[in-house]
């Protein structure tokens, strides 16, 4: 893999700092066996409330990113940051603008060794971040490949994130997009609720991110842990 600090993940929960969610929940998520668990959402994040759900998780040794994504959202404390830029949208503030005011302010305290910049390619327009930031999401397989080269290739972005929220995409899709990558590592997120979806997407893509189910059904959200692991084994190399 890239050798990065996240290369070795397959499996991750991600937490959105909006929502509720149980001390025994947070337990149970923690000491799941999976890889990591990334802090971030689409609305309602604020300094506080990124801060109160990182206190509580860095009781548990779990490694622990944060995906800045709003100016004030920038929190010490976390092993990782990730930097989304939003590759498939007309709006350049969500591809570099955000992200330059953000360095103009905190460029000096940012911990380059452990922060990485995500290629968002938004591919369910129901998301969140997809009407946020006016996405352009019916893409061609065509111009699909040709924003993944742009991630990989030109840009040489760390991680490409096809990113589904909500809706459970097309893994053919995804598994296509896969081979059109020489570097990047490439991390699919979307409506994985079973241990079925999260096989299927570990087959697809690098790292499998699960988001959603756990509010919902929290056994079916720690079961996508062992389908990915069962997967992932030594699947991929690079
Ligand atoms: C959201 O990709 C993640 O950013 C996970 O998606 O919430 O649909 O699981 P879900």
């Known amino acids: 893999m890239n050798g990065l600090w996240f290369s070795g993940w397959r499996h991750v929960f991600k937490l959105d700092p909006d929502r509720e969610l149980s001390d025994e929940t947070l337990d149970?998520?923690?000491t799941s066996g999976t890889d990591a668990v990334i802090v971030g959402g689409s609305s309602g994040v604020t300094f506080e409330n990124i801060v109160d759900l990182m206190a509580r998780i860095r009781r548990y040794e779990v490694n622990c990113a944060l995906e800045v994504s709003t100016l004030d959202g920038a929190v010490p404390g976390f092993d990782g940051y990730f930097i989304p830029l939003v590759l498939n949208t007309n709006r350049a503030e969500?591809?570099?603008g955000w992200q330059t005011e953000g360095l103009k302010e905190y460029g000096s305290f940012v911990p380059w060794e452990e922060t990485a910049a995500q290629g968002y390619i938004i591919l369910n327009a129901e998301a969140t971040a997809a009407k946020l930031t006016e996405a352009q999401t019916e893409l061609t397989e065509e111009e699909l490949i040709?924003?993944?080269?742009?991630a990989d290739r030109l840009m040489r972005l760390p991680v490409i994130y096809l990113e589904?929220?909500?809706r459970f995409g097309d893994m053919q899709l995804v598994k296509r997009a896969r081979t059109a990558i020489a570097h990047a590592q490439?991390?699919?997120g979307g409506g994985i609720d079973n241990a079925e979806k999260a096989r299927q997407a570990a087959e697809a893509a690098h790292t499998v991110v699960v988001g959603n189910i756990?509010?919902?059904d929290l056994d079916a959200a720690l079961s996508t842990v062992a389908a990915v692991h069962e997967v992932a084994g030594g699947m991929y190399t690079r």
């Open 94 to 96: 969500w591809i570099t």
């Open 28 to 30: 149970r998520i923690c």
């Open 214 to 216: 756990i509010y919902n």
């Open 164 to 166: 589904y929220s909500g």
């Open 146 to 150: 040709a924003h993944i080269r742009m």
């Open 186 to 188: 490439l991390f699919y």
